[in-house]
């Protein structure tokens, strides 16, 4: 199956502080998402971006298909920036539609 | 309704017992997924429905887990005699027309 992995592992940063997290991916995707899981274990959606850029607020992101990886950026991070950031992709073969996740990005943002 | 429900939010039982989880999605979703998170792990695709279509079974870890779907609605994940590594966090989601899901709060499981 397609294998998904994400970059770094473990990010702590500085309140005001950019950072940037990646996510490589195997083979070819007709689905990306970002999730944000906060400390309480909820995950929020926060990009379906298989292919392109967007940005929602302080949040971008970047998906380059044909070199398989997508990247998330974060500006001017605050405190409620932290959780786990996941990377999730449903594999573009016929018949395919379940989504496949990265073992996540562990961010802390400290005051 | 406005999200996806999940109950219970936290459930512990003892080793050896059954234990129902239940999904309630988002209304006109026809797509459901449960996913499972273990600690420290990644989230781990268990089963898919899709509309009125047999469901996808094939991320079931054992025949001890089994799951349904109801009117193309709300959907139980049961697991039979409980075990310590069943413990983990199952995560329900759904999905209509558009391509992004969305998740439950999940229910934390602890087998002791």
Same mark, same amino acid.
Not at chain 1, 91 to 108: N, R
Not at chain 2, 20 to 43: K, M, N
């Given at each position: 199956?397609?294998?998904?992995? %994400?970059?770094? !592992?473990?990010?702590?940063?500085?309140?005001?502080?950019?950072?940037?997290?990646?996510?490589?991916?195997?083979?070819?995707?007709?689905?990306? %998402?970002?999730?944000?899981?906060?400390?309480?274990?909820?995950?929020?959606?926060?990009?379906?971006? !298989?292919?392109?850029?967007? %940005?929602?607020?302080?949040?971008?992101?970047?998906?380059?298909?044909?070199?398989?990886?997508?990247?998330?950026?974060?500006?001017?991070? %605050?405190?409620?920036?932290?959780?786990? #950031?996941?990377?999730?992709?449903? #594999?573009?073969?016929? *018949?395919?539609?379940?989504?496949?996740? *990265?073992? *996540?990005?562990?961010?802390?943002?400290? !005051? | 309704?406005?999200?996806?429900?999940?109950? /219970?939010?936290?459930?512990?039982?003892?080793?050896?017992?059954?234990?129902?989880?239940?999904?309630? /999605?988002?209304?006109?979703?026809?797509?459901?997924?449960?996913?499972?998170?273990?600690?420290?792990?990644?989230?781990?695709?268990?089963?898919?429905?899709?509309?009125?279509?047999?469901?996808?079974?094939?991320?079931? /870890?054992?025949?001890?887990?089994?799951?349904?779907? &109801?009117?193309?609605?709300?959907?139980?994940?049961?697991?039979?005699?409980?075990?310590?590594?069943?413990?983990?966090?199952?995560?329900?989601?759904?999905?209509?027309?558009?391509?992004?899901?969305?998740?439950?709060?999940? &229910?934390?499981?602890?087998?002791?």
């Amino acid at each position: 199956g397609i294998q998904v992995e %994400q970059s770094p !592992p473990d990010l702590i940063l500085q309140e005001g502080a950019n950072s940037t997290l990646r996510c490589n991916f195997s083979d070819s995707v007709n689905n990306l %998402q970002w999730f944000h899981q906060n400390p309480w274990g909820q995950l929020i959606n926060l990009f379906y971006i !298989p292919s392109g850029t967007k %940005q929602n607020g302080r949040l971008s992101a970047t998906t380059v298909a044909t070199e398989r990886y997508s990247l998330l950026y974060i500006s001017s991070s %605050q405190t409620t920036d932290s959780g786990v #950031y996941f990377c999730a992709v449903i #594999y573009s073969g016929a *018949g395919s539609y379940q989504l496949t996740f *990265g073992k *996540g990005t562990k961010l802390s943002v400290i !005051p | 309704g406005a999200g996806v429900s999940q109950s /219970p939010s936290n459930k512990v039982t003892e080793k050896g017992k059954d234990v129902e989880l239940r999904c309630d /999605p988002i209304s006109g979703h026809t797509a459901l997924y449960w996913y499972r998170q273990s600690l420290g792990q990644g989230l781990e695709f268990l089963i898919y429905f899709q509309g009125n279509s047999a469901p996808d079974k094939s991320g079931l /870890p054992s025949d001890r887990f089994s799951a349904e779907r &109801t009117g193309g609605s709300v959907s139980t994940l049961t697991i039979q005699r409980t075990q310590q590594e069943d413990s983990a966090v199952y995560l329900c989601a759904s999905s209509g027309t558009g391509p992004g899901y969305t998740f439950g709060s999940g &229910t934390r499981l602890t087998v002791v």
